[in-house]
C-alpha cells in the first residue's frame, strides 16, 4: 500500500504537460495546450491540457482528469500502478512490502504477462553480450550490419540460443508460468523454445515496456521461416504497433515528421546515422491504429520503402491511410533493389539525407505526374489511372485541401477543372454511401459532394442535459472548484470557500442535485474542521460521478488567452480567474434568484387554487416569505424579486 503522503508528494510533484507530451503532440494556446485526442480519432484538435489546474480534458470524446487518472486511461494500470509509474519518472521513492514471488503470481493477467517479457528481454540480452554463442553469432551479425553497441542497447536488441528448451527452462526455474510462457508465444504449444537461433528485436509500447519480439533467423540451412513474431495476446496486438515508435516520439515530435520505413533494421541503422524520427510498419500492411498512432505526434509523414516493384506497391498502399486521416503523406522511391538500411550504408548518412531531401515527393502530385508523364499518349489507360487517382482525393477529408489537390492535378493532367471535380463529386458519394452500408441512408440534396467532410465515427455528445432548476447549483459548484483557495478582499481578507457560504450559508440542503449537494457538504464539513478542500480533492475522487463533474467544470475550451503576455490589457473586466470574488458573488446570486422565482410560484399557485377559508392562512404565510425574502436581498445586498 502506498502511504497517503507519498500520494499527495507525486500528484503535488508531477506536471501534467510534462506526463501528456509523452503521448501526445501539444502545442502552446494561451494558458493552455492543446492536441489530437489519444483516446479517439479525430481531425481537429479537441483534446486541452491545463498546466494551471494540472488538467486535462477533451471536449470531443469527454475523458479528463489529472496525470494520475490519464496514465491509468492510456497505459491501462490500476490507481497504484499508475501512482508508481509516475513516482518513478520523478525519481520519488515509494516505501512498501516488497512482493513476493508468490504475490507476482496472483497480479492481474496483463502485468504478469509484461513482467514475463521483461524477464525475456532481459535474458535475450543476456545470452547476446554474455555467452560465447550470442557473441559469435548473434552480436557479430549486428555489427556487420554496421551496429554499435550503443543503437543495440537503445533498442534492447538480443540473440536466443540453440538450446530447445534452454530458455523455457530457466524461465520455468524463476517461477513463471509455462501456460503464460505459451501464451505470449516464448515457447511453442509442443513445450519448445520459440525463437531459438535467432536474434531477437523487442516491441515496446509508448511508456517503454516490452510487449512482444520479433526474431530473424540467421542460418541458411534451416528451413523455416525467417521472421517469427509473437502472437497476439492481451499486451500485444501488431496492428497497434510500429516498431521504434517509444524510441523515436521524441524526434518525431521535435521535428514534426515521421519516417516510415518497413524492417526492423531499416529503423536501427537510420536511427544510428542521425534520422531518429523514424518507425517501421515491420513488414505488415499499414493500419489505421497504426496511422493514428503517428497521428498522436505529427501530421506529417515521409514514406520510403524499398526501390523494387514490391517496395513501390508497400508504399502505394498505405498512402490511402494517410488521407482518410487527414495527414500529409509523402513518398520517396530509393533506386532499384536498395532499402533504406543498406543504401544509407552505402552512401552514408549526409548523403541519404540529401537523397530524401531530393526527392521526397506529396503522393497524390507523384501519382498525377507519373500518370502523365507515361501515359500521355494512353488514353485508355490514363483514364483508369486517373479514376484511381480520384478515388485518393476522394479520401481527403479537408474541403479546402481537397480543392487545391483538384486545382494541382487538373494542371499536370491537362483536363478541365470542373471534369475533374465531377469524378470525385462521385468518388465521394460512393465514400458516404459506403460509410453509410449498414446504417440508415440520409436523403441526399442537390450538393457537391467533393466539398462535404466524411465523418469516420458517429458524433459524440459531450456531457449532460442540465435540468435548468439545477443550473444554478451546478455554478456554484464550478465557482468552488475555481476559487475556493484564492483571497476574497471583502471586509476580511477570508478563502473564497469562507465567501461562498458566507452568501450561501446553508441553504445547499435545498439543493435538487444530489452530486452538487454532497460536493457542498463536503466543503462544508473540511471548512468546519478549519481546512479547504483543493480543487484536486475532488479531481482525484473516489466517487466517479464527482470526479468526472469536477473535470468539466475546471476545463473550458473558451478560457482566457495570455493577452497580458502578448502587451493586451481586457480594458472592461478581467478575467474569471482574476475576478472571483464577483465570479462567486454572482453565481449565489443567480441561484437565490431561481430558487426565490420558483418558491413565489409555487405560493401564488397555492393560494389560486386553495378554498376560501384557507386563502387568508396562505396569503399570510405568503406576506412573511415575502418579508425573508427581502431579509435576504438586504443582507446579500442585491435585489432578488
Not at 477533451?58 to 490519464?70: L, S
Not at 540451412?221 to 521524441?250: M, V
Request: aromatic fraction near 10%; include cysteine.
Amino acid at each position: 500500500m502506498i502511504p497517503p503522503q507519498t500520494i499527495d508528494q507525486i500528484k503535488s510533484t508531477v506536471k501534467i504537460e510534462e506526463v501528456i507530451d509523452e503521448y501526445v503532440n501539444l502545442k502552446r494556446r494561451g494558458v493552455n495546450m492543446i492536441g489530437l485526442c489519444p483516446f479517439h480519432n479525430e481531425k481537429t484538435p479537441s483534446f486541452t491540457v491545463s498546466p494551471s489546474k494540472n488538467l486535462y480534458k477533451c471536449f470531443g470524446c469527454g475523458k479528463g482528469g489529472d496525470a494520475v487518472n490519464f496514465i491509468m486511461e492510456h497505459e491501462h494500470l490500476s490507481y497504484p500502478e499508475a501512482l508508481r509509474h509516475l513516482a518513478q519518472r520523478y525519481g520519488i521513492e515509494i516505501e512498501e512490502v516488497k512482493k513476493d514471488d508468490s504475490q507476482i503470481r496472483e497480479k492481474q493477467e496483463r502485468q504478469s504477462l509484461m513482467l514475463i517479457n521483461d524477464y525475456a528481454k532481459d535474458f535475450f540480452i543476456d545470452q547476446l553480450f554474455n555467452t560465447d554463442e550470442g557473441r559469435s553469432i548473434g552480436l557479430s551479425y549486428f555489427k556487420h550490419r554496421g551496429l554499435i553497441e550503443s543503437t543495440i542497447n537503445t533498442f534492447e536488441l538480443g540473440y536466443s540460443p540453440r538450446g530447445r528448451t534452454y530458455f523455457k527452462d530457466k524461465a520455468l526455474k524463476a517461477g513463471y508460468s509455462e501456460e503464460k510462457l505459451k501464451t505470449l508465444g516464448l515457447i511453442s504449444q509442443s513445450g519448445y523454445d520459440f525463437y531459438r537461433e535467432r536474434v531477437i528485436f523487442p516491441f515496446h509500447n509508448l511508456s517503454g515496456k516490452v510487449i512482444g519480439f520479433g526474431g530473424r533467423i540467421l542460418s541458411d540451412k534451416i528451413k523455416t521461416a525467417k521472421y517469427l513474431n509473437s502472437p497476439e495476446s492481451e499486451i500485444y496486438n501488431k496492428r497497434k504497433t510500429l516498431y521504434g515508435l517509444f524510441q523515436s516520439k521524441t524526434d518525431i515530435r521535435r521535428q514534426d515528421q515521421c519516417v516510415l520505413v518497413e524492417g526492423y533494421t531499416d529503423v536501427l541503422s537510420l536511427y544510428q546515422n542521425g534520422v531518429k524520427n523514424v518507425v517501421a510498419s515491420s513488414g505488415t500492411s499499414l493500419t489505421q491504429e497504426q496511422v493514428r498512432l503517428i497521428k498522436r505526434f505529427t501530421l506529417n509523414v515521409l514514406v520510403i520503402y524499398d526501390g523494387d516493384q514490391a517496395g513501390q506497391n508497400a508504399a502505394l498502399r498505405g498512402m490511402d491511410i494517410f488521407l482518410e486521416n487527414n495527414l500529409n503523406a509523402k513518398v520517396v522511391v530509393l533506386p532499384d533493389n536498395a532499402d533504406p538500411d543498406s543504401y544509407i550504408r552505402e552512401v552514408g548518412a549526409q548523403a541519404f539525407k540529401d537523397f530524401i531531401e531530393e526527392n521526397s515527393q506529396d503522393f497524390i502530385l507523384r501519382i498525377a505526374n507519373n500518370i502523365q508523364r507515361t501515359l500521355s499518349h494512353d488514353p485508355v489507360n490514363k483514364s483508369i489511372q486517373i479514376k484511381e487517382l480520384v478515388k485518393s482525393i476522394a479520401k481527403i477529408g479537408d474541403q479546402l485541401k481537397r480543392s487545391l489537390y483538384i486545382k494541382e492535378c487538373t494542371d499536370i493532367l491537362d483536363l478541365t477543372e470542373a471534369s475533374l471535380i465531377k469524378e470525385v463529386n462521385r468518388a465521394v458519394k460512393g465514400e458516404i454511401n459506403s460509410k453509410m452500408k449498414y446504417q440508415e441512408r440520409p436523403q441526399y440534396d442537390d450538393v457537391n459532394y467533393a466539398n462535404r467532410q466524411v465523418s469516420e465515427e458517429p458524433t459524440q455528445t459531450v456531457g449532460v442535459k442540465i435540468d435548468n432548476e439545477q443550473y444554478q447549483e451546478r455554478d456554484i459548484v464550478r465557482a468552488l472548484l475555481h476559487h475556493a483557495e484564492k483571497i476574497c478582499p471583502t471586509e476580511e481578507d477570508i478563502s473564497g470557500v469562507d465567501y461562498a457560504f458566507s452568501l450561501l450559508g446553508e441553504h445547499y440542503d435545498h439543493f435538487i442535485n444530489e452530486t452538487y449537494r454532497n460536493i457542498l457538504s463536503e466543503y462544508a464539513k473540511a471548512l468546519e474542521n478549519g481546512q479547504i478542500l483543493s480543487s484536486q480533492h475532488f479531481t482525484s475522487h473516489r466517487d466517479e460521478s464527482v470526479r468526472r463533474l469536477s473535470v468539466d467544470l475546471l476545463s473550458d475550451p473558451n478560457s482566457y488567452a495570455n493577452w497580458s503576455d502578448r502587451g493586451v490589457e481586457l480594458q472592461t473586466q478581467k478575467p474569471i480567474d482574476e475576478n472571483h470574488e464577483k465570479d462567486i458573488y454572482q453565481a449565489v446570486m443567480r441561484y437565490f434568484l431561481r430558487f426565490y422565482k420558483n418558491q413565489d410560484k409555487i405560493w401564488r399557485e397555492r393560494i389560486i387554487s386553495c378554498s376560501e377559508e384557507d386563502r387568508i392562512v396562505y396569503l399570510t404565510a405568503y406576506k412573511k416569505f415575502k418579508d425573508e425574502v427581502r431579509e435576504h436581498a438586504v443582507k446579500l445586498n442585491a435585489v432578488l424579486l
